[in-house]
């Protein structure tokens, strides 16, 4: 562990980077074998972003929404995306009160710490985008009036990548308000033989124990904020976003909102590493769940089989990785 701060901020830092490791530990002890996919989802999370898992059903995308909320003491909403949802389900609406002859103001679901999004491609095009104010700007606008969310808060979406019918795919600019893609993929035979013997006689998400709350993840974030992001880092940041932007196997590249994305999320990746500078290795573990989800690849790519992932790793080795001592 390495913090670089005055004795006493240093011992702030240190309790602070045990607090973190101790949520992914509690959320570990329900989500089985998915140490990548946790630290990812806290990452993002200290980061202040919004994060789109992509995965088949059954592979413990809500689990590990609903384990997150739970560790870290948020309040936890889950809407099912269907064609049927409206805007103001999500949102709020006002409704008037004859009692009190004045119209009240009655919260959606969006108003929580964290919100699960089960499905969000089939809900329609209007009700996707009733969450892009919340997501973008943390708070809603109904009826003129504008309410800020509570703080921390957290989009968690989910969806479905082989199951097309009925769907309503996400717009480019809703899915670059997500800081990162997850996908969660099958467990190991092991892992999975630990997973149903642990939900035998009892579902392991009622024992979770709040590590954290609100204010102490506020706290967090603002501490994680200060982390160093070199001149040589940023540089490479900004190298690596803008070369997919020159690609001829990208039609679409990464907009500047992605390089603020991966900056932010290597700022928190290094604190949780235990330490108050970041490294190209921070900035390289984050570059493709950071980026692949804003390209779109070129005809060119898709007749090779190639995946975003494919393609931003050739990027990757194409780019000059900044002195590891640079700091």
């Not at 809603?140 to 309410?147: I, K, L």
């Not at 999975?192 to 009892?202: H, K, V």
């Not at 992932?309 to 002195?323: F, K, N, Q, T």
Request: net charge negative; charged share 25%.
């Amino acid at each position: 562990m390495r913090f670089d701060y005055s004795p006493e901020v240093a011992e702030k830092a240190e309790n602070a980077n045990r607090l973190i490791n101790d949520l992914i530990k509690e959320i570990e002890s329900v989500v089985v074998g998915k140490h990548s996919e946790v630290v990812m989802l806290v990452t993002a999370l200290l980061a202040g972003g919004h994060v789109l898992i992509e995965d088949v059903p059954g592979v413990g995308k809500t689990t590990l929404a609903a384990t997150l909320s739970k560790a870290a003491g948020l309040k936890f909403n889950r809407a099912q995306f269907t064609p049927d949802v409206m805007a103001s389900d999500i949102t709020g609406f006002n409704i008037y009160n004859r009692q009190k002859e004045q119209f009240e103001f009655k919260s959606g679901l969006v108003m929580t710490n964290i919100l699960l999004a089960d499905e969000i491609n089939r809900a329609s095009p209007k009700t996707q985008s009733a969450l892009l104010e919340a997501m973008e700007e943390g708070a809603v606008t109904v009826d003129g009036t504008t309410y800020p969310m509570p703080k921390p808060f957290m989009v968690i979406a989910t969806q479905n990548p082989t199951g097309y019918i009925g769907t309503y795919p996400l717009p480019e600019a809703q899915l670059d308000r997500f800081i990162l893609r997850l996908s969660m993929g099958y467990p190991n035979l092991t892992e999975e033989m630990s997973l149903i013997s642990a939900r035998r006689t009892s579902n392991p998400l009622s024992e979770v124990d709040a590590i954290t709350d609100a204010d102490s993840l506020n706290a967090l974030r603002k501490m994680i904020s200060e982390v160093t992001v070199s001149a040589e880092i940023s540089k490479y940041i900004v190298t690596l976003v803008s070369a997919t932007r020159t690609s001829p196997k990208i039609s679409l590249g990464a907009s500047p909102r992605a390089s603020l994305a991966l900056m932010k999320l290597s700022q928190a990746y290094a604190f949780i590493r235990g330490r108050d500078y970041v490294l190209a290795e921070d900035v390289s573990a984050l570059y493709a769940p950071a980026v692949a989800h804003r390209i779109m690849l070129s005809q060119e790519a898709r007749l090779e089989k190639k995946t975003a992932e494919d393609v931003l790793a050739e990027l990757a080795r194409g780019v000059e990785v900044p002195y590891r001592a640079n700091r």
